[in-house]
């Protein structure tokens, strides 16, 4: 079945750090790929999205391309600040409107 | 404001014990799904449902029984708790090719 990889957290960075989050899936057809946060204490919010190969989602400075020929939907932000302290998940969906999640990335920011 | 809710927030129960946690959304959102939240294994699917009247299980369903007579709500009941139900619960909803929306969860502790 379908399947979504993480890299294992968690990960801690200083203020102002370059951030990358590993994603791999494995699915049979064409998903859509999606990044959800959460913040503490809240459910998960929809941070970007792409739904086919070669798009690029971005959204609060945060970007991931959906790589086809490597499976890949790596995330990442140029500089990250304490506020983007969160968990991250990668995700796919398709067909039947199933969401598959990655196991989550914390991310602890230091000022 | 609109979007996904979810009651109770927090809930402790008795092993064996039956109960109902709700889940509502006011944006005319055609599938409507639950899942639970484990530690180290990312969020799970329950139960799903693709409209009124149509419910189909998911990854993890056994101990659980739901139901949608409404496009609005989608209950989640579990018949008789046991401990290895202690978890975090999410309701989340969508369109097709939309992005989901997801409550603020529901933490339920079974002893």
């Known amino acids: 079945g379908d399947s979504v990889t993480q890299m294992e957290g968690p990960v801690t960075l200083s203020e102002e750090a370059f951030l990358t989050i590993n994603c791999t899936y494995t699915?049979?057809?064409?998903?859509?790929l999606f990044w959800y946060v959460q913040y503490p204490g809240e459910g998960l919010q929809l941070l970007l999205k792409?739904?086919?190969?070669?798009d690029k989602g971005s959204n609060k400075g945060f970007e991931a391309t959906y790589r086809k020929e490597t499976t890949s939907f790596h995330l990442e932000k140029g500089s990250v600040q304490v506020s983007d302290s969160a968990v991250y998940f990668c995700?796919?969906?398709?067909?039947?409107?199933?969401?598959?999640f990655g196991q989550g990335t914390r991310l602890t920011i230091n000022p | 404001n609109a979007g996904v809710t979810q009651t109770p927030k927090f809930q402790v129960l008795k092993t064996g014990q039956s109960m109902t946690l709700q889940c509502a959304q006011d944006?005319?959102?055609?599938?409507m799904s639950w899942y639970r939240q484990d530690p180290g294994m990312g969020l799970r699917l329950i139960h799903y449902s693709v409209g009124a009247g149509i419910t189909d299980q998911g990854e993890v369903p056994n101990g659980y029984n739901v139901s949608r007579s409404t496009t609005e709500d989608f209950p989640l009941r579990l018949l008789s708790a046991a401990p290895s139900q202690t978890s975090v619960y999410f309701c989340?909803?969508?369109?097709?090719?939309?992005?989901?929306?997801f409550g603020s969860g529901t933490r339920l502790t079974v002893v």
């Open positions: 792409a739904t086919k190969a070669d």
């Open positions: 944006m005319n959102h055609e599938y």
């Open positions: 995700a796919l969906v398709q067909g039947a409107q199933k969401l598959v």
């Open positions: 699915a049979t057809g064409y998903p859509s």
């Open positions: 989340a909803s969508n369109n097709r090719g939309g992005g989901y929306t």
